[in-house]
């Protein structure tokens, strides 16, 4: 009777006690200090919490806890520590996992919740029988929630924990969650101590296989450090401890990149701001010793450009050792020159020959080298990431994390060096964050499953990476990279709160063709613009910029540098093919060229596509600024082409009007020194201009007010580039392209729409399929590559199967992309298939007598019948041509030894011929007028 008047009385006071957070001890168990225990204790303090940790710095004698049972020795070592709380009726004991437990309350919130649990002893619970299963039917059923205990975390009155724990022996070896739950299992002890689960996760949250119940919730707290909380959708309650146990870990570091205060939407990143390293010593010694490991793995475009942002590296030189790995022969000289200029500059500059080695040998050689040389951090940089922030490398060794990488973007896309989750097969998958990370709306430091092409790893971590890129030799070195490190539990962070730089694009680049960077305008157009748009050029985009007119509506401006224009002509002196000047050009609809040049067209060098581009990019904002009310965006243009001038061969040009809108004439190379004379005389003002600097621009309009004149060129050779914008040919398009689709009154209206949907189909066809075989040519050079490597001396020579498994995954690649290009062919077949079958069965003559006009007697505007004879030669040469190609594929891809060479002669065979477009084009502007009865006031304008 006496004993249960006590032990009311002890009921009675808990349960009216008194919140203090002086009640609250908590034990967590480490042997080491990880990055998980790091961020464990840090939530810890956070929330002012007071606790201890058993067993650091001591050896582990608990097994093999990731991969099977074990951990007894965190109940002896909790049993040692709470000898001194044996008989301590109010203490409030929390134990806690050391590795993989995030804290998100204070004391007084926990033991809020404890109290109203009505527990003596409260143990987290989970959805899993673990580690016997058979024990399942023996647990009391729940009216909500999980059923089985989880002994990662649990919560109770000390001197009831204390007589759990000492209850049985136990052996370090043995399971530690087993014994509590025979604990637990055992009705007399779950009675005699008030033994409870947290089914509904009012305290614990266990992640394993509840990661869908949880979401995080940013609405607006009382609590300034708990501007962030889980919330656990599936029982509506707000777990405040978090663990992640089994395979929920990589959930959990997501979920840590904002609960226990690391960050929030008041204060943003609070943990960026901690455990800071400052480096602003003017000793130059005082820096730490870093080598920085470049690699080439593939043709880079603007190499230069990436020598250069390392050279901006705003860290002593002297500090810094680069070793270049260089997997590519054709940059091979570009290395040699950076190595050479920067001898003596830095601690050493040293090129290793990567051409035998595989990328995993030589990322894994890159850290062996740094080991070797005594360095504190690796710095990775790949030729694909170009650094904009001169203090890249002193802002993340300042961020004192083991593994960092800047977060980069390439291009406009959301495409970075890091991935938020991983899917079940470890590749990426897109986590809730991501966006709002990659486009900078969330600035911190971001725990994340896998980074690329631009990190920090410090040297603590050095030596437990060797050989972790060629950990999983299945996947390529950089996932073997992460996959090891998240394996062993190495967080890995990624920093977004500066704009450290961007990633290149380098898909499809050829580093054989010697101006592959002057054709990249689309794939990196910042780059482009740097090296081949005049700097001062953006001036003239300024409400104030005072443009020269050296004549009467004669706009003078910079526009490209002098590196473009050099490499301009030399693209078009490689070419070589000069027009010969006359006035027959069969590369002209029609075959006449009234004022002939000598010349080279854009198309007949691949770069009308990217001068188009330039054109609405860069020309047309100028000509809406100059030629105020005219606007045509995109603009068009089908001539344009580079002029040489020259005292032997065409010295000069007779006065003219241009067939353009408005005209963009851009010197190519410097008067005086390169040439005498020339220059460009306006007629009807009788005002010349001359000596225009390399890379302006004039631009006038084009028909009616500018006849103009090229005037001798007495010296040397003179090189000018020339635009038509807009041509009157042009703008007829464009108001056939308005027209709808409607049955025309005459069977010339449906052959027209068929010349026209040819016309995009055959665009279409040449722009994937030179793009396919660019992507062929390149898999084809890896196959040779992968076919010629030796592995007898690297750490692949184990697995035989290596080699022919990667290229039997190439050939199926190659076999992908010959199918593609083959349907493009045939799908082109079929419509000219049917155009023919119109061309046959309609009669254009008989439809409109205004074949009678001589006026349709020109080289210019055929007569009625001359057209539909036309279109049926484009039919009949294009057919051949699609043929032609067709045979090309079905012998290239029979022939599997030698196909990398004739790679170069598909490509220039797939190209469209000049003659196509412009013939349909004459075609369709002549049919239109025929159909709408105005061709004579056509031929007028």
Request: glycine letters at 6%; one cysteine or more; aromatic letters at 12%.
């Amino acid at each position: 009777m006496i004993i249960w008047f006590i032990f009311g009385l002890i009921w009675v006071s808990r349960a009216n006690l008194v919140i203090s957070d002086n009640q609250l001890h908590v034990f967590t168990v480490a042997t080491e200090e990880t990055d998980g225990y790091l961020r464990t204790t840090r939530s810890l303090r956070q929330f002012a919490l007071n606790y201890s940790v058993l067993g650091l710095n001591t050896p582990w004698h608990g097994g093999d806890v990731k991969n099977t049972v074990g951990g007894g020795q965190k109940v002896r070592l909790l049993r040692d520590a709470l000898t001194d709380f044996k008989h301590d009726g109010n203490a409030i004991i929390l134990f806690i996992d050391g590795y993989d437990v995030i804290i998100n309350a204070n004391a007084e919130i926990i033991l809020e919740r404890f109290y109203k649990s009505g527990a003596n002893v409260l143990f987290s619970a989970e959805g899993f029988c673990w580690p016997d299963n058979s024990l399942a039917v023996e647990y009391p059923v729940v009216k909500s929630g999980k059923r089985y205990l989880n002994s990662g975390a649990f919560i109770g009155y000390a001197s009831d924990i204390y007589k759990i724990i000492t209850e049985r022996s136990l052996r370090d070896e043995d399971d530690d969650q087993l014994y509590y739950t025979h604990i637990f299992l055992d009705p007399v002890m779950r009675e005699k101590h008030k033994i409870k689960l947290d089914s509904t996760s009012a305290i614990f949250q266990n992640l394993h296989g509840a990661v869908d119940d949880v979401d995080l919730d940013f609405s607006p707290s009382e609590h300034r450090m708990r501007q962030v909380r889980l919330a656990n959708l599936a029982y509506g309650t707000e777990p405040v401890i978090i663990h992640g146990n089994g395979k929920s870990k990589m959930h959990l570091n997501y979920l840590g990149n904002y609960i226990g205060n690391w960050w929030n939407p008041i204060d943003g990143c609070v943990a960026c701001n901690e455990d800071l390293i400052q480096l602003n010593s003017d000793n130059e010694n005082d820096f730490p010793f870093v080598v920085l490991a470049c690699f080439i793995n593939s043709g880079t475009p603007f190499l230069d450009k990436y020598f250069e942002s390392i050279l901006r590296l705003d860290y002593p030189k002297t500090r810094i050792g680069i070793v270049i790995f260089n997997r590519v022969e054709p940059h091979a000289v570009k290395v040699e020159h950076f190595v050479n200029l920067m001898d003596g500059e830095y601690h050493f500059v040293q090129a290793d020959s990567a051409i035998s080695l595989t990328e995993r040998n030589a990322r894994d050689r890159a850290v062996d080298i740094c080991l070797e040389s005594g360095c504190d951090y690796l710095f990775v940089v790949d030729a694909e990431a170009r650094i904009d922030f001169p203090g890249t490398l002193k802002t993340l060794i300042e961020k004192n994390k083991s593994l960092i990488a800047p977060m980069m973007i390439r291009g406009e896309a959301l495409w970075s060096n890091f991935w938020g989750a991983l899917n079940d097969d470890g590749f990426y998958a897109r986590s809730d964050d991501y966006i709002s990370i990659a486009k900078r709306e969330r600035l911190g430091l971001w725990n994340v499953p896998h980074f690329s092409t631009i990190y920090l790893i410090r040297k603590d971590r050095l030596s437990l990476l060797l050989s972790a890129y060629s950990y999983n030799v299945k996947n390529d070195p950089d996932m073997s990279f992460t996959q090891f490190c998240r394996e062993k539990g190495f967080f890995m962070y990624v920093d977004n709160t500066e704009k450290y730089g961007h990633i290149m694009v380098s898909d499809n680049y050829n580093p054989l063709n010697r101006f592959a960077d002057f054709y990249n305008i689309f794939q990196n157009r910042r780059e482009w613009e740097e090296r081949y748009l005049d700097e001062k050029y953006w001036d003239t985009l300024n409400n104030d910029y005072q443009f020269e007119l050296p004549c009467p509506d004669v706009y003078h401006f910079p526009l490209f540098s002098k590196q473009f224009c050099k490499e301009l002509i030399a693209v078009m002196e490689n070419y070589g093919r000069w027009s010969s000047g006359s006035n027959l050009d069969s590369r002209l609809a029609g075959g006449y060229e009234n004022v002939p040049t000598r010349d080279i067209h854009m198309n007949q060098v691949d770069f009308e596509r990217q001068w188009l581009n330039i054109l609405d990019e860069y020309v047309r904002p100028v000509q809406e600024k100059t030629f105020i009310g005219y606007y045509n965006k995109p603009p068009h243009a089908i001539m344009n082409f580079v002029v040489r001038y020259k005292p032997d061969e065409q010295p000069a040009l007779r006065p003219h009007h241009d067939a353009s809108t408005y005209t963009v004439d851009v010197a190519l190379n410097k008067a005086g020194d390169d040439f005498e004379g020339g220059g460009v005389r306006y007629v009807r003002y009788n005002c010349s201009v001359t000596n225009s600097p390399v890379g302006w621009a004039l631009m006038h309009p084009g028909r009616l007010t500018h006849m103009h004149e090229g005037l001798p060129t007495t010296r040397g050779v003179r090189y000018i580039l020339v635009s038509f914008v807009d041509p009157l040919i042009q703008s007829v398009l464009s108001q056939m392209s308005r027209v709808s689709d409607v049955n025309y009154p005459f069977e010339a209206g449906r052959t027209f729409r068929q010349i026209r949907r040819l016309i995009e189909l055959s665009k279409e066809m040449e722009s994937d399929g030179l793009e396919q075989i660019d992507f062929l040519s390149n898999l084809l050079m890896q196959r040779q590559s992968v076919e010629e490597v030796d592995l007898a001396d690297s750490r692949l020579a184990s697995l035989p199967e290596f080699q022919t498994t990667l290229m039997a995954e190439i050939d199926m690649e190659v076999t992908s992309v010959f199918g593609k290009l083959i349907e493009m062919v045939i799908h082109c077949q079929n419509v000219c298939a049917e155009l023919e079958k119109d061309l046959n069965t309609s009669n254009w003559h008989s439809e409109k007598q205004v074949e009678k006009s001589s006026r349709l007697a020109t080289p210019f505007w055929p007569a009625v019948d001359q057209l539909q004879m036309w279109a049926s030669e484009i039919v009949v040469m294009y057919s051949a041509d699609l043929q032609r190609r067709k045979s090309d594929l079905d012998v290239l891809f029979v022939d599997t030894l030698t196909p990398l060479t004739k790679m170069t002669q598909l490509k220039q065979n797939w190209k469209q011929s000049a003659w196509f477009e412009q013939k349909c084009n004459h075609i369709m502007a002549c049919v239109h007028y025929l159909i709408n009865g105005t061709l004579d006031s056509f031929i007028d304008e």
